[in-house]
């Protein structure tokens, strides 16, 4: 009997080539396919060595190599090219046959996609793949949506390429359709908001404290040590520490200040818009980078007036409390990005455990980081825990930190030093343990206007006053 591959990947740019990489070092024999041949001819000819490649110039090979039930994982650039790619090849594959989708796809279009292949008999399953490049060879975090059936023949697979924390591995079915993707662009929602928090760090650190990259990469290194521990910590220390070989000046100062953005953090924002949550923490840091990037508007603002943004005298010790706002800061951040995957679960009725996420993001993600266990431990406690932050390991953090925190969000206000994640965090902190909110007085301002009613604090009902009349209340 031929010999079959175990797994297809078709899309071989930098993803589908280390994917399909790290499938053969695990010893799975995979098969490979990319539209334009070169880069499958390129990749047996470098990589052959590593394990049993199936090369395929075309899509009827490639599926014919496949064993059956077929996998084939999609590693192409998301949108159209996807679509592209399942229509070729859709009619090519049987009922029980699965499709893995391991780009960035938008959750809705995943939804869509699956329920079209259903109808036919194959699982489409969206898979989140976090870890770039990197983590695609040397074991992502995969985070699988789907059938529960698919994931039977598909999860031992993904679970064995994927990274490893204390044994575990960082993959795990999230639920039905489109929750894989979902709980993808969450993921990289919060990864935009981390970046943002430490990127305030940073500018507080150079501008307000007055220290050079040199001296804040220690800072990073140090922190990295404790609680703060994490990927984007590390590798933060790491360009900071970093000098242009050709000026001799710190890498950061030769790059230009103008973020880009892929479109994922914006999904998320636009998404918790839609379900109502509040993600303030990563829709500043989408913002920010929108306001870095647009270069036009800062160069006509440039002569606003302000604070100079240094302090008078180098302050060390605005270091420790720029540790405690960035770890309270984060811990809003993630707090919100759980509850829109809460929301999102419940919208879509994908019954997905937050516990788990936090357990799949501990490695091969970009997010990765130490206090990923403290979250598992907070919903193995209580699975409907209503925020991170009401979490007792997590309250009594931002407890400790809530000083410093405010010191930190006021010293940037006076130094004139943007911290737009930093404060947005605690004013969304403030608003959550507010016992009374001014939404009582946008109430009486929309019935004024538009007689849109209003409930009160001591009896059932709707009522609205007649504001143009002689202002007594009605019930309605
Ligand atoms: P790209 O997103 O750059 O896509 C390039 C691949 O798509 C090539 O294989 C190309 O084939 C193929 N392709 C295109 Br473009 N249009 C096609 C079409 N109409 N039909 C068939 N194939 C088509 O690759 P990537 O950076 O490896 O990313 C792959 C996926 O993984 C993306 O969805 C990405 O968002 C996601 N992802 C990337 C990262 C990362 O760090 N790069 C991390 C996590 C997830 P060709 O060779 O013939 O042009």
């Given amino acids: 009997m031929t010999e079959l591959a175990r797994i297809g990947v078709t899309g071989l740019a930098v ?89 960035n796809a938008h959750f809705a279009d995943t939804r869509r996609r699956e329920a079209a292949l259903r109808e036919r008999g194959i699982h489409f399953v969206g898979a989140g793949i976090s870890g770039g490049e990197e983590g695609a060879l040397h074991g992502p975090s995969i985070m699988p949506g789907g059938s529960p059936e698919s994931y039977e023949a598909l999860g031992p697979l993904l679970e064995d390429i994927s990274a490893k924390v204390d044994g575990v ?163 809003v951040a993630y707090a919100q990005g759980f509850n829109q995957i809460q929301a999102g679960s419940a919208e879509y009725g994908w019954s997905i455990d937050p516990g788990a996420m936090s357990t799949i993001w501990r490695g091969g993600c970009i997010i990765r980081a130490k206090f990923l266990d403290r979250i598992k431990q907070a919903y193995d406690a209580a699975p409907n825990l209503p925020s991170l932050l009401v979490d007792e390991y997590f309250l009594d953090a931002v407890r400790g930190a809530q000083d410093a925190w405010r010191r930190v969000v006021v010293t940037a206000t006076q130094l004139g030093i943007p911290a737009p994640g930093f404060s947005s965090a605690l004013a969304y902190y403030d608003g959550l343990r507010a016992e009374r909110l001014p939404a009582a007085l946008v109430q009486g301002q929309r019935d004024f206007f538009g007689a849109h009613t209003y409930r009160r604090v001591d009896r059932e009902g709707a009522f609205h006053v007649l504001w143009g009349g002689d202002r007594s209340e009605v019930a309605s």
């Avoid at 064993?67 to 399942?86: C, H, Q």
């Avoid at 662009?185 to 307000?208: P, T």
């Avoid at 100079?308 to 010790?317: I, N």
Wanted: glycine letters at 12%; one cysteine or more; hydrophobic letters at 40%.
């Fill in 15 to 103: 993803m589908g080539r280390n994917l399909a990489r790290n499938l053969a070092r695990h010893g799975h024999p995979v098969a490979v396919h990319n539209r334009s041949y070169s880069r499958t001819k390129e990749l047996v000819e470098e990589f052959g060595h590593e394990g049993t490649f199936f090369p395929a110039e075309t899509a009827e090979q490639f599926v014919a190599s496949l064993e059956r039930p077929r996998r084939l994982v999609i590693m192409v650039k998301a949108g159209g090219p996807t679509d592209a790619v399942i229509d070729e090849f859709a009619p090519l594959l049987e009922p029980g046959d699965m499709i893995v989708d391991g780009g």
């Fill in 169 to 331: 591995p960082c993959c795990t079915h999230v639920g039905p359709d489109g929750a894989g993707h979902f709980v993808k662009m969450v993921h990289n929602g919060i990864e935009y908001a981390d970046m943002q928090l430490i990127a305030e760090a940073y500018d507080l650190l150079r501008r307000g404290a007055g220290m050079e990259p040199g001296e804040i990469a220690e800072v990073f290194r140090g922190w990295n040590e404790g609680r703060l521990g994490s990927y984007l910590i590390e590798i933060t220390a790491e360009v900071l520490a970093h000098t242009d070989a050709a000026t001799g000046k710190p890498f950061v100062d030769v790059v230009t200040d103008q973020a880009e953005q892929k479109g994922t953090g914006r999904w998320t924002v636009q998404i918790a818009l839609d379900l109502g949550v509040p993600v303030s923490g990563i829709a500043e840091a989408v913002f920010a980078r929108s306001l870095s990037g647009d270069a036009g508007l800062r160069t006509a603002a440039r002569e606003l007036p302000g604070p100079s943004g240094a302090l008078a005298e180098p302050a060390y010790s605005l270091v420790a409390d720029v540790e405690q706002a960035l770890y309270a800061s984060k811990i």
